[in-house]
């Protein structure tokens, strides 16, 4: 039901059908580190650095897009491209903004459920134009309905450039 979103983001998640696909079911939120949730933490298996992350079934996670160093702009241009389609190793890969959300939003015992879901080519382009968030809108409808033009991304790499 529409009135239950509270947060639409756009993500990449692992490609289907293939060793890294995202494992779909029911989840809980729990973290087994200290890092993470921060603002940096380190996966060593890929020698990248990814941002607010929120773990919800063993080795997978949610969180930001990755980077290849503890800045913001050394962020992986290829997975950038490509948020919004199948890229990642079986995480959820989100904008930073988004992750942070989910960090601090989402505490330990929140539950996940991860859908396969249909490609809607429309809604992944308006939300990497811009995310819904049910505190900047009327309601989803308005948000469905509104035009959202090229360049407003909502996006914490885009904020912390300028």
Same mark, same amino acid.
């Given at each position: ?11 990449? #998640?692992?490609?289907?059908? #293939? ?6 079911? #029911? ?8 890092? +993470? ?6 996966? +060593? ?32 241009? +290829? ?8 890229? #990642? ?74």
């Amino acid at each position: 039901e529409e009135s239950t979103i509270v947060r639409q983001m756009v993500c990449s #998640s692992g490609v289907p059908d #293939s060793p890294d696909a995202t494992p779909c079911g #029911s989840f809980v939120v729990k973290q087994h580190y200290p890092d +993470e949730r921060g603002e940096w933490y380190y996966i +060593e298996q890929y020698g990248v650095y990814v941002q607010y992350v929120t773990r919800f079934n063993g080795p997978h996670l949610f969180h930001s897009l990755p980077y290849f160093e503890r800045d913001v702009a050394s962020i992986d241009a +290829e997975a950038r491209s490509r948020l919004g389609t199948p890229a #990642s190793h079986g995480c959820i890969r989100l904008r930073s903004e988004d992750a942070r959300w989910l960090a601090e939003n989402c505490p330990d015992g929140t539950p996940v459920e991860v859908r396969a879901g249909e490609a809607n080519e429309a809604l992944r382009l308006r939300l990497l134009r811009r995310g819904y968030d049910a505190g900047d809108w009327p309601s989803y409808r308005a948000y469905l309905d509104a035009e959202i033009h090229a360049g407003l991304t909502g996006a914490l790499e885009a904020r912390r450039a300028d």
